[in-house]
């Protein structure tokens, strides 16, 4: 992980057509693939692939879901997905994302997680000692995102 | 709509193989389609389908959603869905959802929806009146159940 | 498996909300979606559930689709489909479907079939001989819809 | 368009978690919807976007499908995708595709597809001269990938 990088990361999706729906946007349950693009991508730039977790026993499944809807998506708009750690204590840890088109924030979320190790719960800070560092630094670079975040 | 009918609504489902994910469990963007499945079914036994709606050039756009995911679901199982209204104010809808598979819960959801008339945003106590009138006994029918999911 | 049973089964959707896309109909993607609910319910339907399949480790995955729109179908049409065996040869399964709406036909597709025991490639004819038995069955007596497909 | 480009054209894709299902694979109904990210890219490609002939009120529904599955994709493999002018006789296209993982076939498949404008049926030789001209010219430049995927 650069300890210099900026807080948060950011991907660039485009709206697919099956995507959308009967009312001509994206349907609102799609934002929540785009997150979880944005998580994949977001350890994947902090040296720690979400895939290489489960080839080794460990899962994230997602436990929360928070969104509000700000303004539609449409086929073909190129869309901003920024990603960043809105929270994380040791045993829980929260995404946040923004996603945007053309400087316009259309949805933003929260995604609230906790771990598994070979199907079983844990607490990363017991059990899991290398996620566990990479999401501390993590929640500590991003914390103005975050902070950011929380007003909103 | 029946006066004496009991508060909310309930689906049944089957969990199709398409919704599971490589978890080998119900990915967690498929409980919104449920949600969606939940209101279309609730507004057809208050005696308003959402297509008749549509048709008439009024829409319900989701503008937040929030879910928690307790137990997964897999693949087959037998789903019971049950729907409700959480709130009603005359401009914004919240409905509440509880997703069950054999009496225990895997999954407690709201959605919270404006609406539109012809494009543009309106309260519908304002200016459809109908629609008003149905949402606003469902609202008092409901009130046990949403008076129950407050408190959990 | 029911003897005397008619050739093919059938199954009740209402079309989800989601699976429209901006075109206002139904993707065309979502119909294979279908037809794997059809092969869940002819599987049941003829004693032998997919999911117990599954439990023992074998798996049918699909190595090939064709389908022909003739028809949209739009948010809460009542479809009907119709699922039968077309082909079976004792190493690969051909299904068929036909998605109809108020008796028009919205669709026809076709599914091909392997299948696999613990992950390795089969002929149910050589090892998996209660699928074999089933399976023959459901093609003699498809056969009258399965040759009205083929001369479709 | 650009008279010496190369034959048909190529995206990249990276497999989201949703896209896959219970058998820790790609579920074979989301290669359809990446055939349309390829179609999406393809007229972007050759000068016409889809989302601006949607805008003039023209759209070319998917009247048939046709694909092969020869090896699976998994979560987060990067995809290779091909796309190409199968067929093109001035009222029906084809397209085709290949899917490929590290330089090996995945899927492979074809789409049919038909003209409307405003709604009504039209073959682009006689009533879209601007798309017949364009997709008259891929098909022509993609004749050798066409070729040989008909020999395949």
């Keep these: 992980m650069n300890e210099a990088r900026q807080p948060g990361i950011t991907c660039q999706l485009r709206v697919r057509y099956h995507e959308t ?3 001509g946007i994206v349907h609102h349950a799609n934002y929540l693939h785009w997150f979880e693009v944005g998580r994949t991508e977001y350890l994947r730039a902090v040296g720690m692939t979400y895939r290489s977790l489960e080839e080794q026993g460990i899962a ?3 436990i929360g879901i928070r969104s509000r809807y700000h ?3 449409r086929y073909d708009d190129p869309i901003e997905l920024e990603t ?3 929270a994380y204590n040791g045993v829980r840890l929260t995404m946040g994302y923004a996603v945007r088109c053309a400087g316009r924030l259309l949805c933003s979320g929260r995604s609230e997680h906790a771990f598994t190790d070979q199907g079983r ?3 990363p800070k017991r059990s899991l000692p290398s996620v566990h560092a990479i999401l501390s630094a ?3 670079a991003d914390l103005p995102l975050a902070d950011k975040a929380d007003r909103a």
Excluded: K, N, Y
């Design 21 to 23: 729906d009967a009312m």
């Design 60 to 62: 994230s499944p997602v």
């Design 71 to 73: 303004h539609p998506a």
């Design 84 to 86: 960043w750690v809105q």
């Design 121 to 123: 719960a844990v607490a």
């Design 138 to 140: 993590c929640a500590l």
